[in-house]
């Protein structure tokens, strides 16, 4: 019953009571980047549930900067200080909030990865897709890029047999540990490990 009908009625109503509450925060953050780096989200397709493909929103903590032969500068270079904070505070997420509100996503499930992946899982990894992306998930505060892509599969089809309430409220609590700590930072739109092949 939680999992099927309780869990999105209370994603729809947290996010909507955090988008009001964090609406100030949020727009001064859009502001400062579009002052300093003249672009303020980032957009990214990702499966979601069933697989349908949606669009996932962050806060684009780099600038768009290129070199003179029209390249991307480096990550250290596009990565200015103010983004550098947005970043290690997490609050790159809060767009996040609109994917749950749509009901794209959820506050707890497994991250939605790049849509190329989609045909190298095997069956048992497919069963990720089988309720709605999260946030957070238990992979990410159970070791997240330290994590093998296997492992990280395993917590996931671990979370989507076992999703309860209270498995939720202690990812919850975990994920606000990790923010506090601000560990686990990653890099938008970028592997922050290598790429899953399908064996790795």
Do not use: C
């Not at 996010?15 to 001064?28: D, H, R």
């Not at 032969?69 to 970043?87: A, C, I």
């Not at 395993?154 to 506090?180: M, N």
């Amino acid at each position: 019953m939680y999992a099927h009908f309780f869990k999105r009625i209370l994603d729809f109503f947290l996010a909507l009571f955090l988008l009001i509450i964090l609406s100030p925060l949020m727009l001064f953050v859009a502001l400062m980047l579009k002052i300093i780096q003249k672009s303020v989200f980032f957009t990214q397709e990702r499966p979601g549930l069933n697989e349908k493909i949606f669009v996932i929103y962050k806060f684009k903590t780099m600038s768009d900067e290129r070199d003179e032969k029209g390249e991307l500068l480096s990550d250290e270079k596009r990565l200015k200080p103010f983004g550098k904070l947005v970043r290690s505070l997490s609050l790159d997420e809060l767009p996040q909030l609109f994917n749950v509100l749509k009901g794209d996503m959820s506050f707890i499930g497994p991250r939605p990865l790049l849509s190329e992946y989609l045909p190298l899982y095997n069956e048992e990894q497919k069963l990720r897709h089988s309720v709605r992306p999260g946030i957070s998930g238990l992979a990410q505060v159970s070791g997240r890029n330290a994590l093998s892509w296997q492992k990280k599969f395993e917590l996931d089809v671990y979370y989507v047999r076992h999703i309860s309430f209270f498995l939720d409220l202690k990812i919850i609590a975990l994920t606000a540990l990790k923010v506090l700590k601000r560990s686990g930072i990653s890099k938008e739109g970028m592997a922050t490990t290598e790429k899953f092949n399908g064996k790795n």
